[in-house]
């Protein structure tokens, strides 16, 4: 069974500043995807980004980027030049055989 | 373009009463996936769905929900008797193939309110 673990259920960051939210994850598949999703208060869930367990090089898309450590299982995010759009929930997901597993979230607050 | 459809949006049962939640998925897309998000917490995966069949019950609890994504129209998920710990919002997610590449694209939930 998959498990994505989210230790921090908040974080705050200034406006313009970078941040980088945590996640690791268990699964005894090597063929995976790993995903970071945006739950603003609209409640509407936006993809982020994706990253393939087979790919070496980490995403990127725009001011997100991923590290990704896959002997670690260690997915983290990490968001530049922050914008008060940025604030919101993220989840991250790991997407095996047939399942999709989410963490718990994190809050994060951007400070003007 | 439409995304994922979710309706209603909010809906209000007393206990006891059922609800019925619909979700079309976006065009082409022949994947259902319902999740469960309590306040504050995160996505609990509840069921898998393709068309006309259910890949995966496990996260559903036993008694009183089910869930459904016939041929012809929209997926339903029912709770029957509903109880005030159902209370919550309930996600669905569509995706091209099942495949591990295949991100989820999400609707914007239906909150559901026992009273």
């Known amino acids: 069974a998959q498990t994505v673990t989210q230790s921090q259920p908040e974080m705050s960051v200034q406006e313009a500043e970078t941040v980088t939210l945590s996640c690791t994850y268990d699964t005894s598949e090597s063929d995976y995807y790993l995903f970071w999703y945006k739950q603003p208060p609209s409640r509407q869930m936006i993809l982020v980004i994706r990253?393939?367990?087979?790919?070496?090089q980490n995403a990127t898309e725009n001011r997100f980027s991923v590290n990704f450590q896959k002997a670690a299982k260690s997915f983290s995010l990490k968001i530049s030049d922050s914008q008060l759009g940025d604030a919101a929930m993220y989840f991250c997901?790991?997407?095996?055989?047939?399942?999709?597993?989410f963490g718990t979230g994190t809050k994060l607050q951007v400070i003007p | 373009n439409a995304g994922v459809m979710q309706n209603p949006r909010h809906l209000v049962r007393r206990r006891g009463q059922e609800a019925r939640l619909r979700c079309s998925p976006m065009k082409g897309h022949s994947h259902v996936y319902w999740y469960r998000q309590l306040p504050e917490e995160g996505l609990k995966f509840m069921v898998y769905l393709q068309k006309e069949n259910i890949i995966d019950e496990s996260g559903m609890p036993k008694e009183r929900f089910s869930a459904e994504f016939p041929k012809e129209g929209p997926s339903i998920l029912r709770i029957q008797q509903v109880v005030r710990g159902d209370s919550a919002a309930y996600f669905c997610a569509s995706s091209r193939t099942g495949g591990r590449d295949s991100p989820l694209h999400f609707g914007n939930g239906t909150r559901l309110t026992v009273t």
């Open positions: 997901a790991h997407r095996g055989y047939q399942k999709v597993t």
């Open positions: 990253q393939e367990a087979y790919k070496q």
